[in-house]
Each structure stands twice: as structure tokens, then as C-alpha cells.
């Protein structure tokens, strides 16, 4: 038994996309974010994707994206989706899971707040009506911010936060909280924060928004939760150049980038 649980590997988790809706470059942008040859300043919509020590898959959000982010992560198996709410950016790609679904021969659990599991019926209507070769296969199960989620290996607590006025979730796996389009978080949500070692967070830019963090906002969070280690994710053009930011950022705040892996 000792050696078996000497080969397990860390669990990990690799951020798939940090843009915003939009990505960045952004189409028709002539900014310095937009036209910077760094790799770290090229952003493809926000979602990231949990491995469990023993390669449980699940993705958290699936944007315009998603099929660019399974092929760049060599993501060959996937057990489910975690959706935080029903923007288009982070649900429009459900589409693509179709060759998971081909490999395995079995549905792709997704797992949503009642409103977004209605709001994916809604929009890929065709996938639940009369079974087609071909069309993605779903299974919908809804969930809520206080029930835990079980998916194998790995014990996922979701998180209610506020986007803005729309209730939506993050979720903490273990020492690590992922918390995108967030701008505020009531204190009884906040309480399940409490221990985080590893934080992952939005941050938009430097001006107020009405819906997001902005990078001020973020900081205070990151000073709020006191995690050994915080990065910053849904970044937009306007947030500037990855190197002169990360000259403001404090010891160990970083802004995140698309496929960076982060053991926990």
C-alpha cells in the first residue's frame, strides 16, 4: 500500500485560458498588449482544468475556447464540467466535447446551478431532444453553493460569489479556491475561503467595474483570504503588459497565464 501511494501523482491544476470574454489580442486591436510577441500576454478565454492524483479530469467552464484548450493540454479523457455561470464565454464550447464522448462512449457529467443547467438546455436545445449519431451527450446535474461534489478522486466545495448582481459559483478543491468573474463575496461564503493556501482570482484591469474585480479590488481580496500564494486570471487588454504589471503585484501575488501549472 506505502508504494502504491508513493506513485500517486499531485494533484494539479493548469490554467487553460486568464482573458476576458473577448481574449487576448483582441480582433481589430492595435494596443501593445494586443501586438506583444510574449507569449504570457496572448489569452484565450478564462477556464482551467483540475487533474486528481489519480487523472480524474474536470474542466472548469467551457468557453469559444474549449476545443483550442483540450488540444493545447493534450487533454485526451475528461469526467466532467463545472460550469460558474451561463455567460456565453463560458459555456458556448459545450459543443466540443463530442470526441470525448466518441473515445468513451459515455455522456460528459456537466454540473451547473439550476438557471445555467436550464440555460444549456436552452441554447443546445438540439442535444436533448431526440438522441441523433453524432450530437453531443450531456448528463445535467444541477447543483448548489453548499453541497460538496464528489467526481471520483476529487471533493470539489462549491463557492457562491456575486458577478456583479447575478449569483454564479467558484469552487475550492483542497487548498486550492478558483473564483472567476467575481465582484463581491458574502461573508458566509467567504468563511469557506478560510485555510486557502493557493488563490486564483479575477482581476480585469486597473478602473472600477460594475461586475468584476479590478486589479485594486483583487489585491485586497488576495490581502483578505492570506493565501501562501495568489494569481491573477480574466485579464483584460487594458491591464497592461505582463511584465510592467507583475512590477506592481506584491511578493506573491502573480498574474496568471495561459498553461500554467500549479501542483497542490
Known sequence: ????????????????????????????????????????DKRLRTAALITGDDNTKVVIDAGPDFRQQ???????????????????DHV?????????????????????????????????????????????????HTLDEETPIHIKSLTIQPIGVWHGRLPILSFRIGDLAYLTDVKSVEESQFQKLIGVRYLIVNALHHREHPTHFNLTEAL?????????????????????????VEKLLPPNVSLGYDGLEIEF
Open 1 to 40: 500500500m506505502a508504494g502504491k501511494m508513493e506513485n500517486r501523482k499531485p494533484v494539479t491544476i493548469r490554467l487553460l485560458g486568464t482573458g476576458t470574454s473577448q481574449g487576448i489580442p483582441l480582433i481589430g486591436c492595435d494596443c501593445e498588449v494586443c501586438l506583444s510577441q510574449n507569449p504570457k
Open 70 to 88: 483540450m488540444l493545447l493540454s493534450g487533454t485526451k479523457h475528461l469526467d466532467a464540467i463545472l460550469l460558474t455561470h451561463e455567460h456565453n
Open 92 to 140: 458556448i464550447g459545450l459543443d466540443d466535447i463530442r470526441p470525448f464522448n466518441y473515445h468513451s462512449g459515455a455522456a460528459i457529467s456537466v454540473h451547473a446551478l439550476p438557471r445555467v443547467a436550464d440555460e444549456v438546455k436552452h441554447r443546445f436545445a438540439y442535444i436533448f431532444g431526440k438522441a441523433i449519431p453524432g450530437l453531443p451527450q450531456i448528463e445535467l
Open 220 to 244: 485586497a481580496f488576495i490581502e483578505k483570504v492570506q493565501p501562501e500564494k495568489a494569481w491573477l486570471i480574466h485579464l483584460s487588454h487594458h491591464m497592461g503588459l505582463t511584465e510592467d
